[in-house]
């Protein structure tokens, strides 16, 4: 079995494979892994509690965008996963895809996990990715499966907590879809803000791909990450993949075998 953890500035979101199959996924703050004891402890506990033996567990497969947390989820599946291969997702790894960077080694892992996650289940397709997490990135794969880069902003709960820590009557508010474009409080003309503001930049940035990148011929828009499902009504997405990185990794390290 293949222990994936994608880590995020955030959360850490990780799934559990048996071969092909998911058969379990959790999420944890990514603040909170402390110690390699304190994340190993963690894990086996979470493994145990849903019926998994650790033992099972052959493999784990790891992309980040936390360097600093590195040595130590390293050190906890050495330490609690004594006979587990360990495999990052990093520059010079298989992937199956041509990265299209200037510089290939700044893309991160996470996009590119979305990236063979997306090509994997879509082949031969033009396709654009939309992961809502703490950023919100956008990237664009052709059908030759090119990946040939991709646009960086804000996500909501990054935007909020910016507002919240730079203005001195602005507050924290719950991150869902508002009643109305207007709103008629502070904390509902927060939130219109940064759901429709959200909105009108990734539509803006999708139908820019379109035109600019594939030439009006047929493109897959995929949504992923915590928030997508906030926009499943919005005629934004072709479809939402929430555990896209979770195959894009468990995909990766079959590559390497």
Known sequence: MLLCLDV????????????????????????????????GIFLLNILQFNKINPEK?????????V?????????????????????????????????????????????????????????????????????????AINNKRDYLGGTILAGMRLAMESLKSNTAKLMAVDIEEPSSYLGQTTRESIQAGLYYGQLGALKEIVNGFKSQLFNGESVTVIGTGGFSQLYKDKSLFNVILPDLVLFGLNKAYQLSL
């Open 67 to 139: 360097p600093s947390s590195d040595f130590t989820l390293r050190h906890a599946i050495s330490l609690y996963f004594k006979n587990a291969t360990y495999f990052t997702l990093q520059a010079g790894v298989k992937t199956g895809l041509n990265i299209k960077y200037k510089n290939p080694k700044e893309v991160g892992a996470d996009k590119i996990a979305n990236a063979i996650g997306a090509v994997n289940t879509y082949p031969d397709k033009n396709l654009i990715v939309v992961d809502m997490g703490t950023a919100t990135t956008i990237c």
């Open 8 to 39: 995020g500035n955030t959360h850490i979101f990780a799934g559990v494979f048996d071969k092909e199959n998911l058969t379990m996924r959790f999420r944890y703050a990514t603040h909170m892994i402390g110690t390699a004891d304190q994340f």
């Open 57 to 65: 567990i052959s493999a784990v497969a790891v992309s980040s965008v």
